[in-house]
């Protein structure tokens, strides 16, 4: 997958500032995703990573600067119809519902395009899932409520996904088996930014990487370059 | 064993339909309330004005353009409830963004202007609204005397409140809904429209009052002021049950017209304030209400 900037690429955003409230916390963030292209968002915890997908979604109360997506401006549009278009989230608090059952929370997002994963199919790659059905969402555990809030995004048809941080306090196994879940996707064509602390795990799936720092993109580091950058790494993320 | 109390079963039964008809109305109102509040923050205070107008448009299509009963129950909930979207479209929705006090603050003030209109034109001495010829007369049941009018109201309020909470938990309406509840704004990432449930969700819940509205037209005379007298029971109601709480709005609706009624007959003195009783106990011992859950 190419790194180059060539103009075309699917999401583009440009001195993105965010606010909630009066507090301003992104500063000018610029940084694209090309079709097809997994890339991820590293950076320390507060450094902006969830308010850049909050505002790519339309779900950061106040934000300017520019987010173009596959051709359309949605910076002024709200978030019902950013998700028509084709974007969707997966969001850091998981955001699985209490008075819903698993079942329930899988179909709740409506099918917003053609091509969506047919029901069979996420229980196939979820098979936890499926002997689950009748439970009440938030009764899962971890693991199998992060399987939930990446399975009921991959039914709506949408082939842009924003993963917030999907291993966030999961068991290795888990953490693989979301490693497999996102290579098959981007096999199929999906276009997905995932923000990571665990970048041995960004490593193994992604095709570049963004550092945010202080509300803005500070540097930009292709996945073949990992290694060689270790060092520069440690010092963004102070780990 | 009646005897031995000095009650005679029949005074007894009486008092039992009699709650069983107030927990009726306790049900399918405090069940408005419910649905509002969860989705929409806001503590409905024109629910009993909007209670009271359903009654009254029944009233007016019967005086004015001869329309019956049977076609009321149907029309003037949607009257009321086409009523209750335009409020919501143009000044409720432009306080969501505020403290809740202002909703809250907005209906009390509607519901003041509502009742005002209607005892502005129609006075307070009440008008009468025949019961259906369908439903006059009423059954002996040997031990006691059974209006038809009354058995149909608690049948209705029961098949009312059943489709309402079948709607909201079981079917993928109810799901948006639930869900709109918890979390709108991830609700409206997915491409929901959240505030077209909303308004769906007001109209729907006062639409219930009007529908209660045109039921009690027949029992109590249709009076300004009906709402208001009910209304404040059924906030305590809808506190005893828990904010939100479907079920647990339509169980203590039942339940406590059941007790009411029961006091009635036990100790007369208490029944105009056992529910405010229960409400204080259930504040101190259980402050999310019976069927409530934690404050999030
Ligand atoms: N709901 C909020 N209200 C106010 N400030 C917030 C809110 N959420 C996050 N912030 C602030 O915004 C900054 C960026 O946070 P966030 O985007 O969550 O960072 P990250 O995901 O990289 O850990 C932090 O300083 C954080 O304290
Ligand atoms: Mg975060």
Redesign the pocket.
């Known amino acids: 997958m190419s790194d180059v900037d060539n103009g075309k690429a699917l999401l583009r955003v440009e001195e993105l500032h965010g606010w909630?409230?009066e507090?301003h916390?992104l500063h000018g963030v610029n940084f694209h995703v090309n079709e097809g292209e997994v890339v991820t968002l590293l950076?320390?915890?507060?450094?902006?990573?969830?308010?850049?997908l909050l505002a790519i979604m339309g779900m950061l109360p106040k934000r300017s600067g520019s987010i173009i997506f596959d051709g359309t401006e949605v910076i002024a549009m709200q978030s019902r119809h950013i998700a028509r278009l084709g974007i969707a989230i997966c969001p850091?608090e998981r955001g699985i519902f209490a008075s819903l059952n698993v079942d329930e929370n899988l179909m709740l997002p409506p099918r917003i395009q053609k091509g969506g994963m047919e029901v069979e199919r996420i229980y196939d790659l979820f098979p936890n899932l499926k002997e689950r059905r009748r439970s009440q969402g938030t009764k899962l555990s971890g693991g199998e409520q992060q399987m939930l809030a990446i399975a009921r995004i991959l039914r709506t048809g949408a082939k842009f996904l924003l993963l917030d941080e999907p291993t966030e306090g999961l068991a290795p196994v888990i953490v693989q088996q979301i490693g497999r879940t996102i290579s098959a996707l981007k096999k199929e064509g999906f276009t997905i930014i995932l923000?990571e602390q665990n970048f041995r795990f960004a490593a193994s799936v992604a095709d570049r990487h963004y550092v945010?720092e202080q509300?803005g993109v500070i540097d930009m580091i292709p996945n073949a370059d990992l290694n060689n950058s270790m060092d520069k790494l440690h010092g963004y993320l102070g780990v | 064993m009646f005897e031995l109390l000095g009650i005679s079963p029949q005074v007894l039964l009486g008092q039992l339909l009699l709650g069983l008809i107030n927990g009726a109305f306790y049900a399918i109102l405090s069940l408005g309330l419910a649905v509002i509040f969860g989705l929409l923050n806001i503590i409905n205070f024109a629910h009993g004005a909007l209670y009271m107008a359903g009654a009254f448009v029944a009233w007016i299509l019967l005086h004015y353009l001869g329309i019956g009963y049977w076609p009321a129950l149907i029309l003037a909930p949607l009257i009321v409830g086409a009523f209750g979207i335009v409020l919501e479209r143009t000044m409720m929705s432009r306080l969501y963004k505020l403290d809740h006090l202002y909703g809250l603050l907005l209906t009390f003030g509607l519901a003041l202007i509502i009742q005002g209109l209607f005892r502005n034109y129609y006075g307070i001495s009440g008008l009468p609204y025949q019961i259906p010829s369908q439903l006059s007369g009423g059954q002996n049941l040997g031990f006691m005397f059974l209006p038809n009018y009354r058995a149909w109201v608690v049948v209705a309020s029961i098949v009312v409140c059943f489709g309402t909470w079948f709607m909201i938990e079981k079917t993928r309406l109810g799901a948006y809904l639930r869900a709109a509840t918890e979390n709108p704004a991830l609700v409206s990432a997915f491409g929901i429209n959240v505030p077209l449930l909303i308004t769906l969700t007001y109209g729907f819940g006062v639409a219930l009052a009007g529908f209660a509205g045109v039921l009690a037209a027949p029992i109590y005379s249709v009076n300004p002021n009906m709402g208001a007298d009910l209304i404040i029971v059924v906030f305590a109601v809808v506190v005893i049950g828990g904010m939100g709480s479907i079920l647990g709005a339509i169980i203590t609706g039942y339940m406590l017209g059941i007790v009411e009624g029961l006091t009635r007959v036990f100790y007369p003195e208490g029944s105009a304030v056992v529910i405010f009783v229960i409400m204080a106990i259930v504040l101190l011992i259980k402050p999310e209400g019976l069927f409530g859950k934690e404050a999030r």
Not at chain 1, 43 to 52: H, M, P, V
Request: hydrophobic share 20%; net charge positive.
């Open positions: 909630y409230g507090s916390v950076g320390r915890n507060g450094a902006g990573k969830t308010s850049t850091e923000v945010v509300g």
